[in-house]
T-cell receptor
């Protein structure tokens, strides 16, 4: 099993460009998450999907959109990139649904630089 | 609003010493998670603590949870260089699917 995979691993964008970060998991998990990690700030939740067909905003959703394409895939889109979106982006998944606990498993991350 | 505080945020220690990282949280929860992150890498789950008094151990690391005090500790025994990493705690809020994360403790263990 590959676990959680993310593409691309690195990306450089110019201000105003758009891009989509892809995430897929093969663990049959119900819930998926997108985080950003900035130096000294820990992890901040951007969006999550508790189950296929649902998405909800997290702590820092502005400037992002998501799509839960199916149970396996959860993508994050930056419509018009800004330098403040320079960060490392992590996708995670968990079995959490209907009372099970929420141990999350992380992908390798995407390092995004916006010039 | 659930808040999670870790301390210290930075810890430099000698090999062979013992130390403890603390994770305090602000509202009721009985589910807490510890993760490890190596520089430039992803996060790896270390411990899942699901009830008051839970204690988990793996090698030189031991984690415990006191839900009444809203406190978890990660204890390092006889530290070795390979344990150098950033350690995060995360607390599960009630009624939703989110984890609230601490800022992380960067641990450097010197030979």
């Amino acid at each position: 099993n590959a676990g959680v995979t993310q593409t691309p691993k690195f990306q450089v964008l110019k201000t105003g460009q758009s891009m989509t970060l892809q995430c897929a998991q093969d663990m049959n998990h119900n819930s998926m998450y997108w985080y950003r990690q900035d130096p000294g700030m820990g992890l901040r939740l951007i969006y999550y999907s508790a189950s296929e067909g649902t998405t909800d905003k997290g702590e820092v959703p502005n400037g992002y959109n998501v799509s839960r394409l199916n149970k396996r895939e959860f993508s994050l889109r930056l419509e018009s990139a800004a330098p403040s979106q320079t960060s490392v982006y992590f996708c995670a998944s968990s079995t959490s649904s209907g009372g099970t606990y929420n141990e999350q498993f992380f992908g390798p991350g995407t390092r995004l630089t916006v010039l | 609003e659930l808040k999670v505080e870790q301390n210290p945020l930075f810890l430099s220690m000698q090999e062979g010493k013992n130390y403890t990282i603390y994770c305090n949280y602000s509202t009721t929860s009985d589910r807490l998670y510890w993760y490890r992150q190596d520089p430039g890498k992803s996060l790896e789950s270390l411990f899942v603590l699901l009830s008051n008094g839970a204690v988990k151990q793996e090698g030189r690391l031991m984690a415990s949870l006191d839900t009444k005090a809203r406190l978890s500790t990660l204890h390092i025994t006889a530290a070795v260089h390979d344990l150098s990493a950033t350690y995060f705690c995360a607390v599960e809020g009630t009624g939703n699917y989110q984890l609230i994360w601490g800022a992380g403790t960067k641990l450097i263990i010197k030979p």
